[in-house]
């Protein structure tokens, strides 16, 4: 990836490839902590992993992944809610799926998040990091998820990485920010994937990219609109795009009455998906033919 820069809460220029460089240092003390073939033995002993794809279609109401998200290299602090106060929170309010956050550096994450949510809550939950091993999906597995975000621009091998999860048991969420991503992740089998707003170059956000990439990826798969969402029109807006199903952190995370939030925003998806596609046709029938121009 080439020289990409962000700036943080403070002001300061933050280089991604620092953060990834910083990734991979971690990830490398890691494996030298625990050894693969420990992780492994972990993994057999976890539980079974949930369906993650399956709680993305469930009829009846709009998926929502809601994440839980400490901090981030462009925001700084972002909430301080404890893990369990904060989980029950998402179920109360209709998550369909949580995300969280296992990047310590710059997000303030942790691995043990991921093992607590497991055991906290009902739902699937996808560890989010930058998952550059297949150690960490195994990691992953061991410490309860159902599934793993791999993004196309940061991952090795997507193809591999969609097996490894698979042979898991779990199905993974593939990242991609361009056209020649969403082909590599349909090249690849990939189920569910993630149309990420957000871009590394500065952190901006713009919706178009997943108005732009929502007709390249075929009717049976899901597609996630992430990154961004920040009000109601937000979601009206990414569903009249064509998004699936939206993965939603920082709103969330800094709202007053979390469980409030989630419903409202859940409820104006709906009905823009219900006003915006016929009933008896798939909606991406609708979309291709340009059901959701503005």
């Known amino acids: 990836m080439s020289s990409n820069y962000c700036r943080t809460a403070k002001g300061h220029l933050l280089d991604f490839n620092h953060i990834l460089n910083t990734c991979k240092e971690n990830l490398q003390k890691s494996k030298s902590k625990i050894p693969l073939s420990t992780i492994k033995r972990q993994v057999k002993n976890a539980p079974d992993p949930l369906d993650f794809k399956k709680a993305l279609k469930k009829s009846g109401s709009f998926p929502l992944i809601i994440e839980y998200k400490p901090a981030s290299p462009s925001q700084g602090h972002i909430s301080s809610r404890s893990l369990e106060d904060t989980i029950k929170s998402f179920e109360v309010g209709g998550a369909s799926a ?30 989010k990091d930058f998952i550059l091993d297949d150690y960490q999906i195994y990691e992953a597995r061991a410490c309860g998820a159902s599934s793993v975000l791999l993004m196309s621009d940061v991952y090795p091998h997507i193809p591999a990485g969609i097996e490894t999860c698979r042979e898991m048991g779990m199905e993974p969420l593939v990242e991609c920010k361009n056209s020649i991503d969403v082909y590599n992740a349909l090249d690849a089998d990939a189920k569910i994937i993630g149309i990420n707003n957000r871009s590394f170059k500065d952190f901006s956000i713009d919706f178009k990219r997943t108005k732009s990439l929502y007709p390249l990826i075929p009717r049976d798969k899901i597609m996630v609109s992430e990154s961004g969402v920040k009000s109601i029109g937000d979601v009206e807006e990414l569903c009249r795009y064509g998004a699936d199903a939206l993965l939603i952190g920082t709103t969330i995370m800094q709202s007053p009455d979390i469980e409030d939030t989630i419903q409202k925003m859940r409820f104006a998806a709906e009905k823009t998906r219900k006003r915006f596609f ?11 033919k340009g059901g959701f121009n503005k």
Do not use: C, H, Q, V
């Open 98 to 127: 949580i995300s969280i956050l296992t990047e310590e550096a710059f997000f303030k994450g942790k691995l043990d998040y991921l093992k607590e949510a497991s055991m906290l809550s009902s739902l699937p939950i996808m560890r």
């Open 278 to 288: 016929n009933n008896n046709m798939s909606s991406k029938n609708t979309l291709n």
